[in-house]
């Protein structure tokens, strides 16, 4: 029953993560990949949430879903690292090193405030 709850998270995160690069397309913001990172520190700070608060309050069948379905659909490593490719590439290093530092650091940060949320 777990991987019907983790294959409709993810469906759903997917779609979300979907919806977030047509509302932040990478080019608007001059090459910066602004809607990946949206995604992923947003999905950092939802993952910090279920897994510290809401985890004591709900089914685990429903913490999979949203950790590992909705978490995981809606955060994307591969198109992150697609991205850094793409800056290294082009010779985008200051770029490429705003982009690292602010997925890394802000991806634990949000993490960090979601469990104490």
Not at 7 to 32: D, M, N, T, Y
Not at 67 to 84: A, I, P, Q, R, W
Not at 85 to 107: C, D, H
């Amino acid at each position: 029953m777990q991987l019907f709850y983790i294959f409709i998270g993810g469906g759903v995160g997917s779609v979300l993560r979907f919806l977030i690069g047509k509302l932040l397309p990478a080019g608007c913001f001059h090459g910066f990949p602004v809607g990946t990172l949206m995604a992923n520190l947003l999905g950092c700070l939802l993952i910090g949430i279920f897994n510290a608060s809401v985890a004591r309050y709900i089914n685990p069948d429903l913490k999979v879903m949203l950790t590992v379905g909705l978490c995981g659909g809606f955060t994307t490593m591969s198109t992150f690292c697609n991205e850094s490719i793409s800056m290294v590439n082009g010779g985008q290093w200051l770029l490429l090193s705003l982009y690292i530092t602010s997925t890394i650091l802000g991806g634990l940060f949000m993490v960090y405030i979601g469990g104490k949320i």
